[in-house]
């Protein structure tokens, strides 16, 4: 197929619906809750409250990986904008109003920037902050679920010397290690020959600071977890009574992965549209897995998805990693 050709103006911010019609969230919701092991998406946690939310476990401290991989952008980020080179149009997933992608834009002054994020409100309200603070930059925003295929259009109006994508915050640790190399070889497509990738990832460690990243003593992740009911309830009237139900999240190192879920406390049954879903006490629905890599394991999935490991950022403490790849 044909990629569609849209117009891109210097100082000028658009948005692009690339979502399929039609409402996923409750066909994904009474679908997950008729599994054997009951799950939902993670991409579910992210209506407003659930964006506060997150905004806010960034900021704990048992959350290590946000400060860290800014402090590593910082102390780097002339070299990274030197591997991503000059004239670059530059494609994040996620939405970036933060200072990663504003001190990315500082150092690598792109011609053209193409956010990629489900939430809409959250990518036109990050764009817009970026427009204002950087007025020579033309941004075409794509609202569009990225943990499914998508055909990236052309730009017209911009010249481009290069595409480097920018995935940042170890998101790419939400997919399972198959569906990650399904995606990085979707980005080496859309970057195409001379493409390069920058990909934040949270490196391997000790389950106990792994176990209070995700179940923190102030209970926001928790809240962040249990909020998925709070809309499942609101926006497909359902009932759960979300006192009856309690956050569970664990590192598991043989699968060098966390799980999040939702734990029963009580024999009961909820209501999603009309049909009815029973819960034993201790069973959960699966809500999120943040699978954690070694370099090496990372470099390897980059490798096998088409790309040429270059660069290697950490910290001293080695917590989390920033990788610079080159399309082969
Ligand atoms: C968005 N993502 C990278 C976060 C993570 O660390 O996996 C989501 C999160 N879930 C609980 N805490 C943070």
Same mark, same amino acid.
């Given at each position: 197929m044909q990629p569609q050709l849209h117009q891109a /103006?210097? $100082?000028? +911010? *658009? &948005?692009?619906?690339?979502l399929p019609p039609g409402d996923t969230f409750l066909a994904d919701v009474l679908a997950g809750l008729a599994l054997p092991q009951k799950a939902i998406p993670p991409k579910y946690f992210y209506d407003e409250r659930g964006c506060r939310l997150?905004?806010?476990?960034?900021?704990? %401290? @048992?959350?290590?990986p946000t400060r860290t991989e800014m402090a590593i952008m910082r102390s780097h980020i002339a070299e #990274?904008?030197? &591997?991503? $080179?000059?004239?670059?149009?530059?494609? @994040?997933?996620?939405?970036?109003?933060?200072?990663? !992608?504003?001190?990315?834009?500082?150092?690598?002054?792109? %011609?053209?920037?193409?956010?990629?994020e489900i939430a809409r409100d959250t990518m036109e309200a990050a764009s817009?902050?970026?427009?204002?603070? &950087?007025?020579w930059l033309n941004i075409s925003g794509l609202c569009a679920d990225y943990s499914h295929p998508f055909e990236l259009p052309e730009f017209a109006g911009v010249p481009i010397q290069k595409k480097v994508v920018f995935f940042p915050g170890s998101t790419i640790g939400n997919f399972t290690r198959e569906e990650a190399?399904?995606?990085?070889?979707? +980005?080496?497509?859309?970057?195409? /020959?001379? $493409?390069?990738?920058?990909?934040?990832?949270d490196l391997k460690k000790d389950k106990k600071t792994l176990d209070a990243a995700y179940d923190d003593a102030r209970g926001v992740t928790g809240a962040f977890n249990l909020n998925l009911? !709070? *809309?499942?309830?609101?926006?497909?009237?359902?009932? &759960?009574? +979300?006192? *009856?139900? *309690?956050?569970?999240?664990?590192?598991?190192?043989? #699968?060098?992965? =966390?799980?999040?879920? =939702?734990?029963?406390?009580?024999?009961?049954?909820?209501? +999603?549209?009309?049909?009815r879903f029973n819960f034993a006490p201790g069973e959960t629905i699966h809500t999120e897995i943040s699978c954690k890599y070694s370099v090496a394991e990372f470099q390897e999935l980059g490798r096998k998805a088409g790309f040429? %490991?270059?660069?290697?950022?950490t910290d001293p403490a080695q917590m989390f990693s920033v990788h610079g790849m080159i399309a082969i």
């Open positions: /103006t210097p $100082g000028v +911010v *658009r &948005f692009y619906n690339f997150f905004e806010a476990i960034c900021e704990l %401290p @048992e959350y290590y #990274m904008a030197q &591997f991503a $080179g000059p004239g670059a149009q530059l494609i @994040e997933f996620g939405s970036g109003a933060g200072i990663k !992608t504003r001190i990315l834009i500082e150092a690598m002054q792109p %011609p053209l920037y193409v956010p990629i817009l902050q970026l427009a204002a603070r &950087f007025p190399l399904e995606f990085l070889r979707r +980005v080496r497509r859309l970057a195409g /020959t001379d $493409g390069a990738l920058l990909v934040g990832v009911l !709070t *809309r499942i309830n609101r926006e497909l009237g359902a009932d &759960f009574q +979300v006192k *009856r139900f *309690r956050h569970k999240a664990f590192y598991d190192p043989v #699968m060098g992965r =966390i799980e999040m879920h =939702i734990e029963s406390l009580y024999s009961q049954f909820v209501h +999603v549209a009309g049909k040429s %490991p270059v660069h290697v950022w």
